[in-house]
């Protein structure tokens, strides 16, 4: 089993709609979690930290399930620019060298 | 816009030449990083520097070599490399290398060997 993984896409969905996706874990020990957005040939970007209580910002919604070991991302009434690679990243322990990227779910919003 | 420049952005190289990448970072972070990313793979954690010192080195291979001469600067030097180093390789800064703070990135060095 990875040690994290994302369904890679693409997710294809009309605008306006909602989609989520997941990003499973397998080290429990894992302690910090985030949501990157990485458009194509440009460098990731932070979309939002996840902590044990949930996130929310505006029209996303990030959720931490420890039992399961999975982070969600909700986006609600999606945009064309939503249109991206959605990365999942984790720190199974307290340094760097933990931190593991996901591959990535790929987003495409049609009009 | 992120406050961590790399130079170059392109670069083409033969497999006999020396070259370096260059990163900035004008955030006031203490932790920087080179990260690879290839076609298709996630990215791959290189090195980590934690207040100029070297914390990480994730089995790369030594035609990789890492500078970092202070906390706002990074370089990797490249020498004798493979057609497979192709990728695009990004660095990034942290308040600290604990894990827990999110990275910024640089826009990337996009490296052909050929």
């Known amino acids: 089993r990875k040690e994290v993984e994302q369904d890679p896409g693409p997710f294809n969905v009309p605008e306006g709609a909602t989609v989520a996706f997941n990003c499973t874990y397998s080290?429990?020990?894992?302690?910090?979690f985030f949501w990157y957005r990485q458009d194509c040939r440009k460098e990731p970007k932070l979309l939002m930290s996840v902590y044990s209580s949930g996130n929310e910002d505006g029209r996303f919604t990030a959720q931490l399930n420890r039992a399961s070991q999975y982070i969600s991302l909700l986006i609600r009434d999606s945009k064309l620019s939503d249109s991206a690679t959605y990365l999942c990243?984790?720190?199974?322990?307290?340094?760097?060298?933990?931190?593991?990227f996901g591959s990535g779910t790929r987003l495409s919003i049609r009009p | 816009e992120t406050g961590v420049t790399q130079t170059p952005r392109h670069l083409v190289m033969g497999m006999t030449n020396k070259k370096s990448l260059k990163c900035e970072q004008h955030l006031g972070h203490n932790a920087m990083y080179w990260y690879k990313q290839s076609a298709k793979k996630p990215l791959e954690l290189m090195f980590v520097y934690n207040f100029k010192e070297q914390t990480e080195n994730n089995s790369v291979p030594s035609r990789f070599s890492p500078e970092c001469p202070n906390s706002s600067h990074l370089f990797l030097h490249l020498h004798t490399l493979q057609p497979e180093d192709s990728a695009l390789y990004l660095c990034?800064?942290?308040?600290?290398?604990?894990?827990?703070?999110?990275?910024?990135f640089g826009p990337g060095t996009r490296l052909t060997v050929t």
């Open positions: 990034a800064s942290s308040q600290a290398a604990s894990g827990s703070y999110e990275q910024y």
């Open positions: 080290n429990s020990a894992s302690q910090s």
């Open positions: 990243v984790v720190n199974a322990g307290g340094s760097a060298s933990k931190i593991i």
